[in-house]
């Protein structure tokens, strides 16, 4: 009986590798590219102080169908030394119309974010420890890119800034 199992399995195996690919996406166009102004090395600062805290390097991945993020804090809230990373993908899903971002971290939390670009900003919005949660991406007039969090309570009708960065290129 485990020999018919294991024969069926390999034959459904063997079937599903010499299927036909899925058609190409191309990854070049200009809704996949929108945000590209994101990509690069970066130092991090606090935008209301521009006190440096972190180091990110952003890069194409994926045959450009994506961009990574990988981020390294030092200095955490008041000026005390942390030691955080994280690290994520972010997409255009055409098929949806939607991006998509999957973080973790160092803390071994994850997030699911997906939006759009609204103004040439990239939004996108997620579920965070009970509130709903806001990163907004944008390129500034100078070169650098400002991000921003901001977390909703109340279904969002108020929202509170949770962190606010400027990434100045390195």
Sequence with gaps: MAAIGIGLFLGFALQASQAAPPPAVDCQDEAHRAIGYWVGDWNVVDTASSTPVASSRIEWAVDGCAIRETYEQKVGPNGKPVRYSGTSHTAYDAASGQWKQFYVDT????????????????????????????????????GNVRQRGEASSDGGKHWAPTFDFTYRRK
């Design 107 to 142: 803390t071994g939390r994850t997030a699911m974010l997906d939006g759009a670009l609204q103004d040439k900003r990239l939004v996108l919005n997620g579920q965070a420890r009970g509130r709903q949660t806001r990163m907004i991406v944008e390129a500034l007039p100078d």
